[in-house]
C-alpha cells in the first residue's frame, strides 16, 4: 500500500475525529509526511506536515485544533481534528510534503448538524 487514509466520518460542528493513514516503508523513512485536504471542485490543500524529527507545520485554519503527529515504527501519520467545523468538510489525504506521489485513497470528513 502505498498511502490509505482512514478515519473519517460524519460529526458535528465542535466535534473530533482521528485520521490514520499507513504509508509504505520506503515513502515514510525518507520523507516529510503531510496531510492534506480537498473540497469539491479544487485540488488538494496542505493542512499540516511533520518531519521524522518531529518538527511540524500548520496552516493558519487548523492551527489550536488540529495536531499531526507520526509513528515512524509503524509507517503511520496520524491527524487528530478538534473543534470541528462545517468547513473543515473534505476528503483528507496524506502525502509526502511537497507532494511528490500519486494520491491514495482519501477518507470524508463531514462537519454538520
Known amino acids: 500500500v502505498q498511502l490509505q487514509a482512514s478515519g473519517g466520518g460524519l460529526v458535528q460542528p465542535g466535534g473530533s475525529l482521528r485520521l490514520s493513514c499507513a504509508a509504505s516503508g520506503s515513502i515514510f523513512r525518507t520523507n516529510v509526511m503531510g496531510w492534506y485536504r480537498q473540497a469539491p471542485g479544487k485540488p488538494p490543500l496542505l493542512v499540516a506536515f511533520?518531519?521524522?524529527?518531529?518538527?511540524?507545520y500548520y496552516v493558519d485554519s487548523v492551527k489550536g485544533r488540529f495536531t499531526i503527529s507520526r509513528d515512524n515504527a509503524k509507517n503511520t501519520v496520524y491527524l487528530q481534528l478538534n473543534s470541528l467545523r462545517p468547513e473543515d468538510t473534505a476528503v483528507y489525504y496524506c502525502n509526502a510534503y511537497p507532494s511528490k506521489y500519486a494520491w491514495g485513497q482519501g477518507t470524508q470528513v463531514t462537519v454538520s448538524s
Open positions: 511533520a518531519s521524522s524529527g518531529g518538527g511540524t
